[in-house]
């Protein structure tokens, strides 16, 4: 019974639309409020030509519209020496469902990355683009961009249900297909009303894009039917996974939906809850958490339970504080009982007990792989920090762009950064492989040390505001010099999980990392270990502060040791715990223990 | 003027005299006059007090002759040079006795030319041949049909420019050689002085006033400690002049020098702070600072090269003695090649081609352009000493910069912002002396040679109620700069209005972050950029001007002043044109009323142009 919970649970329901009376909320609360379903002064913000920056307070509605304001760090002090203000420039985060976009959409984000960015395309760990460097005065002719391509940015960022992933590889299941539906209509369902995006970069004009579907057309006054007014108290984060592959790391996530199969077909998933790995350094209340499994939902009833799901926390998330406003807090806080009896009442009917399932990895295999029996084949390219550029000698960019010209199939992106070239014809194999290996391509994508081709990394310095330290740009030097030490103990081919962030916000979920990296000052990273290998247990912490000599320091005889007393099949996560050099983290309220 | 009749006149005064001396005023100026010359007798005399009340005093006797008649001293400025000469030349005459009026020409009524007996001319020649704006109405009017002759009038012209220029002293010859066809005669020849024209202003100064104190009779000496005369309406006190000049510049130290436009710019523009600690040295928003350059090394090597003159000769510069190499990099224009520099040298070396230059104004001028010293050594090529190089070539000048900075807002500072001029032409890396030897040259902490010019009209409001509107173009931004620093410690209820031009947003927005400051603290009223590169349409500052033509309007109505400074080609023409599509639009005037008003605003000295 909801009345039961405690008084300040309360408070934090949808219908507090006088936020105004309520000065313990946070700032950003405020602002929701006072924005008009997301428009803010993000008009006059874009008209103002004398800063390249928008008003403080749009800085947070933007994120809902799917971009962030970022400053160059590099050239930071420099121009402020110039006079010059900080080289403000937006990071638009393209939503793409699963993952999936047909070549037309590739050629166009490459196109707009020419044109208005910074001729990089990053593919995010949440499986969306990112385009990086878009000037403010650019950014609308950048969405009307990828609107034509039906792309969107709409609740790339903010909070709100961001980007739903989906597992990338199509040749693991037959299922596969009909799980991508589930993720394209959880997607759509919890795509925000608000006509502020058609209205602000769009030219007003209900023009089709995948974030408009015939029913909103009808609505004239902006209405949120799920959010309210106010939408989430925080980000939110839904994933789908077809076992044996955790390629998007379900238990990092709101909501984890492991597909369940009978006989070829999908029949449902297994729910996992309250999973997020954000926390702040120096606040052990703050914490990475892995979702909890509550049971399976049949297919037909999957958007209606994950609505109940958002809706609660809608309710009840903390919004006083955003570093305690995420799912996993809430839960913590009224305990998973009370939290699954509300869900319960809200949704109706019980849940039925979990399904048994298996994961193996949370890692994707690359290179050729035959597809379902029609003679098309699957090829996935490991792309290093997952940016998609080019450089003498590495000409990736150019080549996918040149790829992009005949392939038929899909371009799937992954979970880890990664692309999967899916469904090539027959006749095109020769050629795909031909123009990877003239481009470069080839070798740097697929030659590689299994430990190179399952790290992850975070964009971090210079354009993210949060970074204490390198991530992207620094890893690829640090995975040169631990492939010495791997190729010298014979385990080039051992796939260990090493992921690196340049702070403790998790993007590129570094505590399920079986090596984790996260960034405390520049050149200083937090290392941790002891991750499985399928994102089902984190990470703990085993050296604080450490350099790069440090962490070749301390990672050589780990691995040394791995290599001639491993068990068969043993991960390297694992065999860390067996030996004793870190505890277990069974659960995030653990975590710092 | 008839109760004269009948009167005894002193010695050496008829009515013809009288008649002449008086015969233009009103009632109300002879009665100050009266007043006014028995103060000075009395002056003269220790006799009377000078307190006297003129009016009581009125049918005093005039006390001495005056065989010469006033002099009329003319002067069109644009910075203040040319009407510093003439007060420099009042004071002269007044000093030898003669009575003198000096006149600014904008303020001058035609209709009393044909009444002129002595008119010493001193104008300058902007740029192109141009006169300067409070010079154009006289000037237009000389060259109507509405001139009238002049057979009485005996004068002379003191020309200032610049011989850089192709059209040198241009303003200063059409004066000189209009008045002579209109039948008046010439006291003495035209002088033409180039930037450094002090030496010979004094000259001329000297040597037309020994013609008129010989040829006419002597004053009493009586008047001879007497100040200047001059017309009510004429020129007020200047600030004292400071002490630095070209030949004793102030060395000021480095204290900053920082490249304004951000990675990427297709521009290259400095900001230095200069130190005036134990200088005394003055200016006001609005000034210019010279800087006096050194030339690059690989220029003076091409020079010496295209000379095939050896580094270690040495050479005269009057009484200095010094090594050919350190005279043509201190002391040598090498950058930049002018008509009279191409005029000694083709004396000497003989070339028809070189002769034919000469002759024809409208093939000089493109060879001029982008040439420098070393390129007309390498084209023409002629036997010559290190000596006869030195004596060729003109002397460096220096290059004056819009100062940026307030005195009020920087106590003993002095800001420049330098656009450094690169280029590539005729085969060779070019570069311009000044704004190199400042941005490359230079260091912090290094020691520059300065000294102020100071510019008369391009000055801030008197009252600072009255709004300004500022438009400037890349370094043309400077003078703003200043100018809203000033404003602001002042505590000016005047608004500033700012429209600022460049390529680039990101990386060209000069002084961005101050004027966000600015604008913030509502200190600037309005921002207005126009960034011409950021989209496919280029867009200028004057489109800016022309899509807030209302409030510019309404600005103007109030009583704006309106400043421009940049380019003058590029920039000055257009604002112009803008400014009176403005008027027209908002004035629902015709084009001619339009541009009417807006030639009205520049007389009115609201309208004020800082343009290079």
């Given at each position: 019974m909801r009345r039961s919970h405690p008084q300040y649970l309360l408070r934090h329901n949808l219908n507090m639309a006088d936020t105004s009376s309520n000065p313990k909320l946070s700032e950003v609360e405020h602002i929701k409020t006072a924005s008009n379903f997301l428009r803010g002064t993000i008009a006059e913000s874009l008209e103002n030509p004398i800063t390249g920056a928008v008003a403080g307070d749009d800085?947070?509605?933007?994120?809902?519209?799917?971009?962030?304001?970022?400053?160059?760090?590099?050239?930071?002090?420099?121009?402020k020496r110039q006079k010059l203000e900080p080289l403000y420039s937006f990071m638009l985060r393209v939503r793409v469902p699963g993952g999936v976009v047909n070549a037309e959409q590739w050629l166009r984000m490459d196109e707009l990355t020419v044109r208005y960015g910074n001729d990089t395309l990053k593919l995010t760990t949440r499986q969306s683009f990112q385009i990086h460097g878009v000037l403010k005065r650019d950014l609308q002719?950048?969405?009307?961009?990828?609107?034509?391509?039906?792309?969107?940015?709409?609740?790339?960022?903010?909070?709100?249900?961001?980007?739903v992933m989906c597992s990338a590889n199509p040749h693991e299941s037959g299922v596969h297909k009909q799980v991508h539906e589930v993720a394209a209509a959880l997607s759509q369902h919890f795509t925000p009303r608000t006509t502020a995006y058609w209205d602000l970069w769009l030219n007003g004009q209900q023009a089709y894009s995948s974030a408009l579907t015939t029913e909103r057309q009808e609505e004239h006054t902006d209405h949120e039917p799920i959010y309210g007014s106010t939408y989430l108290p925080r980000k939110f984060k839904i994933a789908l996974a077809v076992p044996p592959q955790n390629d998007t790391d379900i238990f990092a996530n709101d909501i984890g939906l492991i597909a369940v199969e009978e006989n070829g077909k999908l029949i449902g998933f297994n729910v996992a809850i309250g999973g997020g790995l954000g926390m702040t350094f120096g606040m052990p209340e703050t914490y990475p958490r892995l979702a909890d499994l509550i049971g399976f939902v049949p297919v037909e009833d999957t958007v209606d339970l994950c609505e109940k799901i958002v809706t609660i926390q809608r309710d009840w998330g903390n919004r006083e504080n955003r570093k305690f406003s995420r799912l996993k807090y809430t839960i913590d806080r009224v305990g998973l009982d009370t939290f699954l009896t509300e869900l319960r009442q809200r949704f109706g009917r019980d849940l039925t007990p979990a399904r048994p399932y298996r994961f193996e990895t949370s890692g994707d295999s690359f290179g050729w792989s035959a597809g379902d029996g029609t003679g098309k084949s699957h090829l996935t390219l490991f792309i290093e920090g997952g940016r998609v550029h080019d450089q003498p000698g590495f000409e990736l960019k150019t080549a996918l762009r040149e790829i992009a010209e005949f392939h038929t199939g899909e371009f799937r992106l992954t979970g880890n950064q990664n692309l999967v070239l899916a469904n090539i014809e027959k006749g095109h194999q020769a050629r795909i492989q031909e123009i990877l290996e003239n481009r470069g391509v080839w070798t740097r994508t697929q030659e590689q040390t299994a430990l190179r081709l399952h790290s992850l990394a975070c964009t971090a310095l210079n354009t993210c505001s949060l970074a204490f330290a390198e991530a992207e740009r620094y890893l690829p030097h640090l995975l040169d010099r631990l492939d010495k030490v791997i190729q010298a103990n014979g385990l080039s081919d051992a796939g260990i999980l090493i992921r690196m962030t340049g702070c403790p916000n998790g993007c590129a979920r570094p505590y399920l990392g079986e090596i984790g990296l996260i960034g405390r000052s520049p050149g200083r990273y937090n290392l941790y270990l002891g991750a499985d290998h399928a994102g089902e247990r984190m990470n703990k912490l085993y050296k604080e502060m450490v350099d790069e000599e440090a962490i070749i320091r301390e990672l050589t005889p780990l691995l040394e040791a791995y290599a001639q007393q491993r068990q068969p099949a043993e991960r390297f996560g694992d065999f860390v715990i067996r030996q004793g050099h870190v505890k277990a983290t069974t659960h995030g309220l653990n975590f710092h223990a | 003027m008839t109760s004269l009749q009948g009167t005894t006149l002193p010695a050496g005064l008829d009515d013809a005299t009288l008649q002449q001396l008086s015969g233009n005023l009103t009632e109300q100026q002879l009665l100050w006059i009266s007043g006014y010359f028995y103060g000075r007798y009395a002056a003269g005399n220790g006799t009377a007090s000078p307190q006297t009340a003129p009016a009581s005093t009125a049918a005093a006797p005039a006390p001495a002759t005056a065989p010469v008649p006033t002099i009329t001293v003319l002067f069109g400025s644009q910075t203040g040079n040319s009407k510093k000469v003439a007060k420099q030349l009042a004071d002269a005459a007044t000093g030898r006795g003669l009575k003198v009026e000096v006149k600014d020409m904008n303020d001058y009524a035609t209709r009393n030319l044909a009444q002129e007996k002595l008119m010493l001319v001193v104008v300058s020649t902007q740029g192109e041949g141009d006169p300067p704006v409070s010079a154009e109405e006289l000037h237009q009017f000389l060259f109507s049909k509405r001139a009238p002759k002049l057979p009485e009038l005996r004068y002379s012209v003191l020309a200032l420019g610049d011989k850089s220029y192709v059209e040198f002293c241009k303003i200063g010859r059409d004066f000189d050689e209009r008045l002579a066809e209109l039948g008046a005669q010439r006291i003495s020849d035209r002088v033409d002085c180039d930037v450094d024209f002090e030496a010979a202003a004094e000259e001329w100064i000297e040597a037309v006033l020994e013609k008129i104190t010989s040829e006419f009779a002597p004053a009493p000496a009586a008047s001879a400690a007497a100040p200047a005369a001059s017309a009510p309406a004429a020129v007020k006190a200047e600030p004292a002049p400071t002490a630095y000049s070209r030949k004793h510049p102030w060395e000021a130290r480095v204290l900053e020098s920082i490249q304004l436009n951000g990675r990427g710019s297709s521009k290259e523009t400095y900001h230095l702070e200069l130190d005036l600690v134990g200088s005394g040295l003055h200016y006001e928003p609005g000034d210019a600072l010279a800087v006096v350059p050194v030339n690059e090394d690989p220029l003076v090597e091409e020079v010496l090269k295209a000379a095939r003159l050896p580094e270690g000769e040495s050479v005269n510069l009057g009484t200095e003695r010094l090594p050919l190499s350190a005279a043509l990099a201190n002391r040598r224009e090498l950058s930049v090649l002018t008509r009279d520099v191409v005029e000694r040298y083709a004396a000497l070396a003989p070339h028809a081609q070189l002769q034919e230059l000469l002759t024809d104004t409208k093939q000089l001028q493109p060879y001029l352009y982008g040439r420098d010293i070393a390129d007309l050594l390498t084209d023409f090529p002629a036997e010559l000493s290190a000596q006869t190089l030195v004596e060729t070539l003109r002397p460096l000048p220096s290059r004056a910069y819009s100062i940026a900075s307030s005195l009020l807002a920087h106590p003993d500072e002095v800001h420049l912002t330098v656009g450094a001029v690169r280029y590539e032409a005729f085969g060779r890396r070019k570069q311009g002396a000044c704004s190199t030897f400042?941005?490359?040259?230079?260091?912090?902490?290094?020691?520059?040679?300065?000294?102020?010019?100071?510019?008369?009209?391009?000055?801030?409001?008197?009252?600072?109620?009255?709004?300004?509107i500022m438009v400037g173009a890349g370094t043309g931004v400077a003078p703003f700069r200043a100018f809203v620093e000033e404003r602001v410690e002042l505590g000016a209820a005047g608004r500033n209005w700012l429209l600022f031009g460049n390529p680039n947003f990101t990386t060209d927005f000069l002084y961005q972050t101050e004027w966000q400051q600015y604008l913030k603290q509502g200190k600037l009223s309005n921002l207005h950029v126009a960034f011409s590169r950021d989209q496919a349409e280029k867009i200028y500052v004057q489109n800016r001007l022309l899509e807030n033509s209302k409030e510019v309007y309404g600005w103007l109505e109030n009583g704006a002043h309106f400043y421009v400074c940049g380019d003058k080609v590029r920039l000055g023409a257009a604002i112009q044109t803008a400014l009176t599509e403005v008027v027209q639009r908002e004035g629902g005037l015709g084009a001619d009323a339009a541009a009417d008003y807006v030639r009205n605003l520049k007389k009115q000295r609201r309208y004020l142009e800082d343009v290079y």
């Open positions: 800085t947070q509605l933007i994120k809902f519209h799917g971009f962030y304001q970022q400053t160059d760090r590099d050239l930071e002090s420099e121009r002719r950048t969405i009307q961009g990828f609107n034509e391509v039906l792309l969107d940015s709409i609740a790339g960022c903010g909070d709100v249900n961001r980007n | 400042l941005a490359d040259r230079i260091a912090v902490d290094d020691v520059v040679k300065v000294f102020v010019e100071h510019n008369e009209y391009f000055k801030l409001p008197q009252n600072t109620d009255t709004d300004i």
